[in-house]
């Protein structure tokens, strides 16, 4: 009990550290955080809602929140992924679990999408659809997000520890990602052939079940909950696994 409690106290003051450090030097400071994922918004809002006339509807609501689940996945396994490599004179000096590192990076980056869902709640509100509970489901879908994004830092950052090339591949990757994960584009544009292609992208689950109770109000599936579910902590306790067994390692290769 005792280690759990020192446990979240490191994770805790890692958290406050990490997320104070980011905007430490920056003149806008905190509103970065806001503004990111809004100019990214804003661009792609204006190209394929003005200039080319998206049919759809509610069409800013649809994108805002693609864009802002998505800004969190790549922010958060970035960061993750560097988190060792950034606390390299910490790692060679004592011992702590490693994965305190990776988690706190994370969890700073859900304070990030926690600060961004404010945004998103206020277009939300001035949109004019009427929610049901079905919105309550995002709360666990955020918990699930944030287990599957922590086993995919992990992963990253085990690697990364040892083969530092990983970054420029995974940034290249989170672009591919960005374009087969349906955030500016519905999965009823794409052949039905390549839709069940699409789903096996995890994130496509995680936007898209989070746009259905928030637009349409339409709850999935129990069989798609249940496999989200499993993706999540399959995820989880394999990026665990993969970092417990390389831990020893990591101090040297550092």
Not at 35 to 64: C, D, E, R, T
Not at 76 to 100: A, C, H, V, W
Request: glycine share 4%; net charge positive.
């Amino acid at each position: 009990m005792k280690q759990n409690h020192n446990n979240l106290s490191i994770i805790a003051q890692l958290v406050r550290g990490e997320f104070k450090l980011r905007y430490k030097s920056s003149l806008l400071g905190y509103f970065w955080t806001l503004f990111k994922p809004l100019m990214l918004f804003g661009v792609i809002y204006l190209v394929f809602s003005v200039f080319l006339k998206s049919p759809m509807q509610n069409y800013a609501i649809y994108l805002l929140l693609g864009i802002i689940l998505w800004t969190y996945f790549a922010e958060s396994t970035q960061n993750g992924m560097n988190s060792l490599i950034s606390k390299r004179d910490l790692i060679t000096k004592i011992y702590f679990p490693r994965e305190n590192l990776i988690i706190a990076a994370n969890l700073s980056s859900l304070i990030t999408l926690f600060l961004n869902l404010i945004i998103f709640a206020v277009f939300y509100i001035f949109s004019g659809i009427h929610p049901g509970l079905s919105i309550l489901l995002f709360i666990p879908y955020l918990f699930l997000l944030f287990l599957f994004t922590t086993g995919i830092s992990f992963i990253l950052a085990t690697i990364y520890s040892k083969f530092h090339d990983l970054s420029h591949i995974w940034e290249v990757l989170l672009q591919i990602l960005f374009w087969i994960t349906p955030i500016i584009y519905d999965l009823s544009f794409v052949p039905e052939p390549y839709q069940k292609l699409l789903y096996l992208n995890p994130m496509t689950q995680f936007i898209s079940f989070s746009r259905r109770i928030f637009l349409i109000n339409q709850v999935p599936s129990l069989k798609q909950h249940i496999v989200l579910l499993c993706i999540s902590i399959f995820t989880f306790l394999i990026g665990l696994y993969f970092l417990k067994k390389k831990e020893y390692q990591i101090a040297e290769t550092i």
